[in-house]
């Protein structure tokens, strides 16, 4: 499955009401880690059809940054149910983001 861009308009929608787990990469185009982490985020999309996988941009979509406290990027949060049930922050491995999802 294609990674998503989620935006304040569609986020209740595809990620708090999702019947599945969703990952939310919360990036910006200027940060160098967040273009390390984004293909492993690609990769887990197309590997795990299971997973919702969605990418929200900080700097267009700042009332979510602020939402959920976004103070570093790359921030990788994990939902279920509606609910943040996992997250890290920094490029960290692609094991490390399957972990997370449990």
Known sequence: ??????????????????????????????????????????????????IKVGKVNVDEQQ???????IMSIPSLYVFKNGEVANKTIGAVPKANILAMLG
């Open 1 to 50: 499955m294609a990674v998503m861009t989620i935006t304040a308009e569609n986020f209740e929608q595809e990620v708090l009401q999702s019947d599945k787990p969703v990952l939310i990469d919360f990036w910006a185009p200027w940060c160098g880690p967040c273009r390390m982490v984004s293909p492993v985020v690609e990769e887990i999309a197309n590997e795990h059809p299971e």
């Open 63 to 69: 009332d979510l940054a602020r939402k959920y406290r």
